[in-house]
C-alpha cells in the first residue's frame, strides 16, 4: 500500500518535474516554436491564395503544346532561359504580381493572382537587352488563360530613363499563338527613352478585369522580322474565306443593332438621309445615332444651340434623318457632343464664352477654349436644354458623348475653385496644386468632378424619363468603370445603376482581335451586374479604329458573336462611312441577315 503510496508520490513527482521541465524547455523554445508556426501559417495562406487555376485537360493539353521557337531569332538573353533560377532571374514580377514559373525552356508562366492581388495590372520586367534599331520589333509565343480577367495588354520596351509603349492584342484564347510587335506601332513613350539600339528591359502587363486568378504564358521571346507581303491572289483568297465564313454566321432575333454617324449629312459622296437609313434597313440594322449636335453647333433649326451656317443651305439634318428613319423603321437616337463646342464653332464664338469664364482651364493656367466648363451653372443649364429641345422633336432617344473631362489637367478655371471651396466649405491656400498634394482636398476634388459631370446625366435623365417616358437616354463611355471616375469623372456604373442610362456603348475600338474585345466586354458585364444595373449594355464596336482593313470582316463578325456569347442584346458600330459601306452587305449574308 505503503510503496504503492511511495510509488505514486514518485511518479506524480517525476510527473511533475517532467512537465515543468518540459514546460521550461518549451519556453525556451517557444520563440523558434512561433516562428515555425508563423512561417507554416503564411506558408498555407499563400498556398491557398495562390491555388492554381485548375485547367481542364483539353485545355492542359494545349497549354503543354508550347511552340517550338524555330526559325526565330531569339534574343540572347532568353536563351539562358532554362531552368527556374534562370527564369526568376530573367523575369522580375512587379506592382505585387506573382513570380515566374519555367514551364520548359525559353517559356515561362506568369501567374495572375486577380483573386489575391487587385492592383490594376499584372506586370512583369524581362530583363532581355537588345538592340532593336533596325529590326522590325517584337516577337513572342503568347498563352493567354482567360481572356475575360483582362481589360488589355502592353508592352514596355525601357531604353535609358524612358520607355516606349505598345498595346498588343492575343488573337487566340488559350492556344499558344505569335505575337508581333512592330515599332511602328509603340508610339507611345513616357520620360526620355534614349533609342531603340539600347532596350534593357521588356515590360509585359495584362490589365485586370475580373478577380479569378488566371494565367499568362510567354515563349520564344525574339526580334520580329517583317511580316511577308501577301500577293494579290492570296489576298482575294483571304478575302473569299472571310466572306464564306462570315455567310455561315446566324443571325439573331429581335437583336438591337445600331450604328454611330458622325457626319451630320449621312454618307458622304452625294448620298441623302433616305440612302444612308436605307442602306442600314437592308443590312439588317435598326438603329442610327446622327451627330447633330456638338456643345457649340447644332445642325438643326435650334433655339437653344448655334446653328451651323450650312442648315440654311442643306436644310435641317435632324428632319431629314428623321424622316428617313420613320420611313424604314430605324430608330434615331441623337448624338449629341457634350461640352466641346465642335469644329464648326467659331473664334469669335469661343472669346465670347471664354470671356464669360464659361471655358475650360488647365492645371498650368492655359485656356482651353473649346470646351464648357462643367461646374459653370449656365453650362449645365445650356446642356441640359440642348438635350430636352432634341427629345421634344420626335427622336427615338438622346445620346450623350464627350460625356467626361478631357483628362485630370482640366478644369482649373477661377470658377472652379470659387465653387468648389463653396461646396466643401473649403479656402485653399495653395491652387491648384493642393488638389493634388493634400489627400482630403484631392477626394474632395475627385467627387466634385464627378458631381459636375453626373449632374449633366441625371439632369437630362430625370426631366425625359419624366416628361417624355418614350425617349430613351443612353451614353458613349469609356471602357473602364472603375478607372474612369477619376481620370475623366465619368462615373458611368453609378449612371446604370441609378437608372440614368437606359443603354450604355462603352467605346470599345482599340482591340487588334475579337479575343481582347472579349475580355473588355465581358469585365464591362461584370461591373454593372456588380451594381445591379439594369442598364442594357451594348458595346461599341470600332470598325473605323482597327489597323488593318483587310480584316474587318473577321473583326466584326468576331466582335459580334462575342456580344451575343456575353449574352447582350445588340452593339453599336462606329462609323458610318466608307467602310461600312464595303462591310454591311457582308453582315447580311449573315450575322444580321
Ligand atoms: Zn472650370
Request: charged fraction near 20%; proline fraction near 5%.
Amino acid at each position: 500500500m505503503g510503496t504503492t503510496l511511495d510509488t505514486a508520490a514518485y511518479s506524480w513527482y517525476n510527473v511533475c518535474m517532467d512537465r515543468k521541465d518540459i514546460i521550461r524547455r518549451l519556453y525556451w523554445h517557444l520563440p523558434v516554436l512561433a516562428l515555425v508556426g508563423a512561417i507554416a501559417l503564411l506558408a498555407c495562406c499563400r498556398g491557398c491564395g495562390r491555388k492554381k487555376p485548375v485547367l481542364d485537360p483539353a485545355v492542359a493539353a494545349a497549354y503543354a503544346a508550347i511552340p517550338a521557337p524555330g526559325k526565330l531569332c531569339l534574343l540572347s538573353a532568353w536563351t539562358m532561359v532554362t531552368n527556374d533560377v534562370a527564369a526568376r532571374k530573367a523575369v522580375s514580377p512587379r506592382d505585387g504580381s506573382a513570380a515566374a514559373r519555367l514551364l520548359a525552356p525559353g517559356a515561362v508562366e506568369l501567374p495572375c493572382a486577380f483573386s489575391r492581388v487587385r492592383t490594376e495590372r499584372a506586370c512583369w520586367d524581362l530583363a532581355v537587352a537588345g538592340d532593336f534599331k533596325d529590326k522590325h520589333g517584337l516577337a513572342f509565343d503568347f498563352w493567354c488563360g482567360d481572356v475575360t480577367q483582362f481589360t488589355g495588354f502592353s508592352v514596355y520596351f525601357k531604353s535609358g530613363a524612358g520607355w516606349y509603349q505598345a498595346p498588343f492584342s492575343p488573337l487566340e484564347e488559350r492556344q499558344w499563338h505569335r505575337i508581333v510587335i512592330s515599332r511602328a506601332r509603340a508610339k507611345g513613350t513616357e520620360g526620355s527613352p534614349t533609342g531603340w539600339h539600347a532596350i534593357s528591359t521588356v515590360r509585359i502587363c495584362g490589365w485586370r478585369g475580373g478577380t479569378n486568378d488566371t494565367q499568362l504564358g510567354v515563349a520564344n521571346l525574339a526580334y520580329a522580322e517583317p511580316p511577308p507581303v501577301r500577293t494579290p491572289e492570296q489576298i482575294a483568297a483571304a478575302d473569299r474565306a472571310d466572306r464564306e465564313w462570315a455567310a455561315r454566321q446566324a443571325s439573331k432575333k429581335g437583336e438591337w443593332r445600331g450604328f454611330w454617324c458622325h457626319n451630320y449629312r449621312g454618307l458622304s459622296g452625294g448620298k441623302t438621309w433616305d440612302d444612308t437609313i436605307r442602306l442600314l434597313k437592308e443590312n439588317g440594322f435598326n438603329a442610327v445615332l446622327p451627330n447633330l449636335a456638338w456643345a457649340g453647333t447644332a445642325f438643326y433649326s435650334s433655339e437653344v444651340l448655334p446653328v451651323a451656317p450650312v442648315v440654311a443651305k442643306i436644310g435641317d439634318q435632324l428632319a431629314a434623318c428623321l424622316s428617313a428613319c420613320r420611313k424604314y423603321g430605324v430608330e434615331c437616337h441623337v448624338w449629341n457632343i457634350c461640352w466641346n463646342l465642335g469644329h464648326h464653332a467659331t473664334k469669335a464664338q469661343m472669346a465670347a464664352l471664354s470671356a464669360a469664364g464659361r471655358t475650360q482651364v488647365r492645371f498650368d493656367g492655359t485656356t482651353r477654349s473649346g470646351w464648357l466648363c462643367p461646374s459653370h451653372p449656365d453650362n449645365l443649364a445650356l446642356e441640359i436644354r440642348s438635350f430636352l429641345e432634341l427629345a421634344q422633336r420626335g427622336v427615338d432617344g438622346v445620346h450623350l458623348d464627350y460625356i467626361r473631362y478631357p483628362d485630370e489637367s482640366h478644369c482649373f478655371c477661377s470658377g472652379c475653385r470659387t465653387r468648389f471651396e463653396a461646396q466643401y466649405a473649403l479656402s485653399l491656400t495653395n491652387w491648384p496644386a493642393q488638389v493634388r498634394q493634400d489627400p482630403d482636398v484631392k477626394a474632395k476634388w475627385r467627387e466634385f468632378r464627378i458631381t459636375n459631370i453626373t449632374a449633366l446625366v441625371k439632369g437630362v435623365s430625370t426631366r425625359i424619363h419624366k416628361d417624355m417616358p418614350g425617349v430613351k437616354v443612353s451614353a458613349a463611355v469609356f471602357q473602364n468603370p472603375e478607372t474612369n471616375p477619376g481620370a475623366i469623372g465619368q462615373d458611368w456604373a453609378e449612371w446604370c445603376r441609378a437608372g440614368y442610362l437606359d443603354f450604355v456603348c462603352p467605346m470599345d475600338y482599340n482591340y487588334d482581335s475579337p479575343v481582347a474585345f472579349k475580355g473588355v466586354v465581358f469585365a464591362q458585364k461584370r461591373a454593372l451586374a456588380g451594381v445591379g444595373a439594369k442598364t442594357l449594355l451594348r458595346p461599341g464596336i470600332g470598325l473605323n479604329c482597327w489597323p488593318d482593313r483587310a480584316r474587318d470582316i473577321r473583326m466584326a463578325v468576331g466582335e459580334i458573336l462575342t456580344v451575343r456569347e456575353a449574352g447582350l442584346d445588340g452593339f453599336c458600330f462606329f462609323d458610318l462611312g466608307a467602310r461600312a459601306e464595303a462591310l454591311l452587305p457582308v453582315l447580311r449574308t449573315g450575322p444580321t441577315k
